[in-house]
């Protein structure tokens, strides 16, 4: 039986075409074929009926009803950043368990980092990836590394993994030091209409990595990560992507430097996008004090100076793109001293909720800005059609409370290392759909 649902009474949200009006949502056969006003039972079953010839009976059977009142009804998340850990890391997360909290968190695209064990240098190890997603329950991209074994030295064979559907290029977790390799990879990106998206972290300026190098660093005794270690790899590569013209995304930026310099490089004219994750738009290096190896990541928390500097960034669109950097640990392995454990923070089923909190509520961004940054924008730097609720368009939606309260927790991923676990926020996910189905329901 084919999936036929329609949502009614909820506000529809749409940054691609700028709808931002009550209404409902007629959904058949995996995309919309409806939208707008209202839309009966009746309404539903007759255009059921002319669209599959069916009779009263199969329609009927056939139709799911979801009441939307009081919540947002928008084009589903796309998430530009994560970690699956698949293959290699899979008691962290898979690709199945990964799906479910992408979907809990409101997320249809999901775009997986290429560190993995192996990583994704060649296209046996993509193929093997992006079959297994076939049964996620959102979609699941995969990203290819940069260089083979992601040792900074030679290039992937790029027009093969491009042709076998990798959706860009990333070392992710290690940056490129050689600038002629990275020139290379730039040109042949360019040339192939990719993005490549980078770790901007010279290890000249980390003396102890997740922590900034700062008053609290000096507090722990522990050496830290200069906010140089990103700007100058940020300043060469700025200038790069203005000499090739490739597409090229400034990953999880941290720094008020790397944000100036970003700003400046879009000025004059190079095609360069940025990422902000929620943490670092919500934190500063002081949750480290507090939440120790939960609030350790590369790159790391910084100062409430940086903070503004990302929140500038968002407001007047230096900064494109907000992505979670979904990276899933174990408990054992953040319980370990500082300068052992893993970085980094689960983050797909708290973002939505985060960037309401932290963006939303303050005035920094308005909902339809948040949502464009969070759907559109990401899909665009990775040559998809971006979600809408246009007729015909993919079913792939979220239906959340943009003031309905949560608590953090129980969560779907198989990690729970978070600094966010126990807080009550707003942006509660009431559902996710994907290819027309519900996948998440809270």
């Not at 059921?48 to 009081?70: F, H, P, V, Y």
């Not at 000096?218 to 597409?247: F, I, K, N, W």
């Not at 923070?345 to 939505?352: H, M």
């Not at 707003?426 to 998440?440: D, Q």
Request: some cysteine; proline content about 5%; aromatic content about 4%.
């Amino acid at each position: 039986m084919n999936k036929m649902l329609l949502i009614q009474n909820g506000h529809l949200m749409d940054p691609v075409t700028g709808m931002d009006e009550a209404g409902d949502i007629l959904l058949m056969n995996g995309r919309i074929v409806q939208v707008g006003g209202h839309i009966s039972k009746g309404n539903a079953l007759e255009i059921i009926k002319r669209e599959e010839n069916l009779g009263t009976s199969g329609q009927e059977e056939s139709l799911q009803m979801l009441d939307a009142a009081g919540r947002i009804v928008a084009p589903g998340l796309v998430d530009a950043h994560v970690h699956f850990r698949d293959p290699g890391f899979t008691y962290k997360e898979d690709i199945l368990s990964g799906a479910r909290a992408a979907a809990r968190g409101g997320v249809t695209t999901a775009i997986c980092m290429a560190n993995t064990k192996p990583p994704v240098d060649c296209v046996d190890v993509l193929q093997d990836i992006q079959k297994r997603a076939e049964e996620a329950a959102v979609h699941v991209l995969q990203t290819a590394t940069v260089t083979k074994g992601m040792a900074g030295k030679e290039l992937v064979n790029m027009e093969e993994l491009a042709e076998a559907g990798a959706a860009g290029f990333t070392d992710d977790g290690l940056p490129i030091l050689d600038e002629a390799v990275l020139l290379a990879a730039l040109e042949k990106a360019r040339d192939l209409d990719l993005p490549v998206s980078l770790h901007e972290e010279d290890p000249l300026f980390v003396k102890g990595a997740g922590v900034n190098m700062g008053e609290v660093s000096r507090q722990l005794g522990y050496g830290g990560a200069s906010h140089t270690a990103e700007d100058v790899m940020v300043a060469r590569d700025c200038m790069l992507a203005l000499h090739t013209g490739a597409p090229l995304c400034i990953q999880h930026i941290s720094s008020r430097v790397s944000v100036e310099l970003v700003r400046l490089a879009k000025k004059l004219g190079a095609d360069i996008h940025a990422e902000a994750t929620p943490h670092h738009f919500s934190l500063t290096e002081e949750a480290v004090l507090e939440y120790g190896t939960y609030a350790r990541m590369n790159p790391p928390l910084r100062t409430e100076e940086d903070r503004q500097a990302i929140l500038e960034g968002l407001t007047d669109g230096t900064i494109d793109i907000i992505v979670t950097d979904h990276a899933p640990h174990s408990k054992e392995e953040k319980a370990r001293p500082m300068d052992k454990a893993p970085s980094g923070i689960t983050g797909l089923e708290t973002s939505l909720a985060l960037g309401i909190r932290y963006l939303v509520e303050p005035g920094v961004l308005t909902l339809m800005q948040l949502l464009d940054k969070m759907s559109k924008a990401p899909a665009e730097l990775y040559r998809m059609i971006p979600g809408s609720l246009q007729q015909d368009a993919p079913a792939d939606l979220v239906i959340f409370g943009e003031k309905e309260l949560w608590t953090v927790g129980n969560y779907a991923s198989k990690a729970e290392n978070s600094p966010f676990t126990g807080w009550e926020l707003p942006g509660k996910v009431f559902a996710t759909i994907c290819r027309g189905g519900i996948v998440y329901h809270g």
